[in-house]
């Protein structure tokens, strides 16, 4: 079964897993991310992934996952899209583990992940900031980074696990350098004007003019994930 829209997906399974931690006593417990006992429970590095600690914790973060998770979906396409979500949620909890002594849960590593594909992809995309102050999604990358290395240097017991956002963000950056590399690649190859002569079997001896690819051909073949 081919799935159209993971976004939509994780949302409902993050949903229902808060679902069942209100219903279920100590299913928290159970399946948060402990670094003295995920040695021994390595299982709980995801499963703390679709847990949150409140209903306002699952709101944010549902809708960063709504609004940022669907763009770039439709960019990169879903095999793409749910790799650096999965990669950039583990990578947060690693961070965490080694560099916190304390429990965590919640999708913010994941989703850090999927703004720094972002920033890369989409750096100068219109943004508001706390949903009031409009930037671009570079310049509200940095602000979120600095946010959580602030909190590293004086921790205020936020309960906010900075070196999981930061650790997932680091993901997201580095798949967005190599995707932004790959879409160079393909256009330096395939879209150099004129001079470019694409030859077929059906279009051998065409005018490399009538076969260039254009931008709107460029971007369907990106949106799709062929890149």
């Not at 040695?39 to 409140?54: A, N, R, V």
């Not at 879903?78 to 080694?98: D, Q, V, W």
């Not at 849960?105 to 890369?120: N, W």
């Not at 997932?168 to 995707?179: N, R, S, T, V």
């Amino acid at each position: 079964m081919k799935i159209r829209n993971a976004s939509i997906v994780l949302i409902l399974v993050n949903v229902f897993f808060f679902a069942v931690q209100t219903i279920i006593p100590g299913f928290t417990q159970a399946f948060v991310l402990n670094s003295s006992t995920v040695w021994f429970q390595p299982w709980t590095i995801l499963t703390s992934m679709f847990m949150h600690g409140g209903m306002g914790h699952l709101i944010f973060n549902m809708y960063a996952l709504f609004i940022f998770g669907n763009l770039i979906e439709s960019k990169i396409g879903t095999k793409r899209f749910l790799f650096i979500y999965f990669i950039s949620g583990i990578i947060a909890a690693l961070a965490h583990i080694l560099f916190s002594g304390s429990s965590a849960l919640g999708a913010s590593g994941a989703i850090m992940g999927i703004l720094g594909v972002t920033i890369i992809l989409l750096p100068n995309l219109r943004v508001l900031f706390f949903f009031v102050f409009p930037m671009s999604m570079r310049t509200a990358g940095i602000i979120f980074a600095l946010i959580d290395i602030m909190g590293l240097i004086t921790p205020l017991g936020s309960g906010i696990a900075h070196w999981a956002h930061l650790g997932g963000l680091a993901a997201g950056l580095l798949f967005g350098f190599y995707l932004s590399k790959k879409k160079k690649s393909f256009q330096k190859t395939f879209y150099s004007g004129p001079k470019v002569e694409l030859q077929t079997k059906k279009k051998k001896n065409k005018d490399p003019k009538d076969i260039a690819l254009d931008d709107s051909e460029i971007n369907e073949y990106i949106k799709y994930g062929r890149l």
